[in-house]
């Protein structure tokens, strides 16, 4: 069954599921309804982060893109994408947006950039934290075997690069009221909290990171801001697909064909699987809504922000890979009905 977000301390909580009016589908048909907004989105280079900015930019917002891989210099990710690659994306469907290289690990770079912000802008009314660090992870490692400089780097990219950012932001975007803090984690606040994911260091840096988006909304409320937690689904990032050798014309008949097996790539649990689309357009209609602040402090699901705002994955399914992931605790996945939960 479809999991539900925690409830709120304050005795608030969103609306029953609707289908949002005018909420649209296609990228190419989004109305400009973040226009005149500023936007950072930390991590921008690829992922969720990539399909975030270039979402905020169809509907309208100036967005900061930042990450530490760029032409020629990528990061220790050892990846192709580079974030002026995806600024140049936002760029070629008519939006504005700016590449800036940044490790958010580093104070002052993280100050200097809030600076420039402030500078150039004047504002920033939408700040999403989106640096994740699972490539860092090892599984199978207990804590007591776990190489500690290798589980601290997992940590710092994951967490504190969350919290430094947040750190040197929230005094420029507490300046306008309605101001939207996202803190991009892995897994919901009740599915977390039943669930040990799989290494310590990973546990705690993706539970750190739903607290504090919840510690944020506290201190926002009384400025007008919201502070939300989201998290996708099992994501078909750039970095994923390639890790199970598959790609979006072939995931999904390479994960069908596993089913009922095991230590298999694609797992089959990968049929519920979702592209960074479908949160990135559940959190444009999210930073939209004159009402955001009845999610403050929550923590939601990229299915419960498409359900809520009436929106869908690319290829126009709504998949609720919690509910599905959740649902194996009892059931195995082979005996799951995927059209159930996509």
């Given at each position: 069954m479809a999991m539900k977000p925690a409830e709120p301390t304050d005795g608030t909580r969103p609306a029953e599921p609707t289908e949002r009016t005018g909420a649209t589908e296609s990228a190419g048909q989004r109305p400009r309804v973040l226009q005149g907004r500023i936007a950072l989105v930390a991590g921008a280079t690829r992922g969720a982060g990539r399909a975030i900015a270039l979402e905020l930019g169809r509907a309208g917002a100036v967005v900061y893109c930042t990450g530490r891989s760029t032409a020629g210099r990528p990061s220790d990710y050892g990846r192709p994408e580079t974030v002026e690659e995806t600024a140049g994306l936002i760029r070629a469907e008519g939006?504005?947006?700016?590449?800036?290289?940044?490790?958010?690990?580093?104070?002052?770079?993280?100050?200097?950039?809030?600076?420039?912000?402030?500078?150039?802008?004047?504002?920033?009314?939408?700040?999403?934290?989106?640096?994740?660090?699972?490539?860092?992870?090892?599984?199978?490692?207990?804590?007591?075997?776990?190489?500690?400089?290798?589980?601290?780097?997992?940590?710092?990219?994951?967490?504190?690069?969350?919290?430094?950012?947040?750190?040197?932001?929230?005094?420029l975007l507490i300046r306008h009221p309605g101001a939207l803090v996202v803190e991009t984690t892995d897994g919901t606040r009740d599915y977390n909290q039943g669930h040990f994911r799989e290494t310590v260091f990973l546990d705690l840096a993706k539970t750190a990171v739903d607290r504090l988006a919840f510690a944020e909304g506290h201190e926002l409320k009384a400025h007008g801001g919201t502070a939300v937690s989201v998290s996708a689904g099992w994501l078909r990032s750039e970095m994923m697909l390639?890790?199970?050798?598959?790609?979006?014309?072939?995931?999904?008949?390479?994960?069908?064909?596993?089913?009922?097996?095991?230590?298999?790539?694609?797992?089959?649990?990968?049929?519920?699987?979702?592209?960074?689309?479908?949160?990135?357009?559940?959190?444009?209609?999210?930073?939209?809504?004159?009402?955001?602040?009845?999610?403050?402090?929550?923590?939601?699901?990229?299915?419960?922000?498409?359900?809520?705002?009436?929106?869908?994955?690319?290829?126009?399914?709504?998949?609720?890979?919690?509910?599905?992931?959740?649902?194996?605790?009892?059931?195995?996945?082979?005996?799951?009905?995927?059209?159930?939960?996509?």
């Open positions: 939006g504005t947006a700016h590449a800036v290289v940044v490790d958010h690990l580093d104070v002052s770079a993280v100050r200097e950039l809030v600076t420039r912000i402030d500078r150039e802008q004047g504002r920033l009314d939408i700040l999403i934290n989106d640096i994740g660090g699972e490539a860092y992870v090892e599984f199978g490692i207990p804590l007591w075997e776990y190489d500690l400089d290798d589980g601290m780097r997992l940590f710092d990219a994951g967490f504190r690069t969350h919290l430094l950012t947040s750190h040197a932001a929230l005094g390639d890790a199970f050798g598959v790609t979006e014309q072939t995931w999904r008949e390479a994960a069908a064909a596993n089913r009922g097996k095991t230590d298999v790539v694609p797992p089959y649990e990968f049929v519920i699987s979702e592209t960074p689309a479908l949160l990135a357009r559940g959190i444009v209609e999210l930073a939209a809504d004159p009402q955001r602040d009845q999610w403050n402090t929550r923590s939601v699901s990229s299915f419960e922000l498409a359900r809520h705002y009436g929106v869908t994955d690319v290829d126009g399914s709504r998949p609720d890979a919690w509910g599905f992931i959740a649902a194996m605790d009892t059931t195995p996945s082979a005996d799951l009905a995927v059209e159930d939960y996509r």
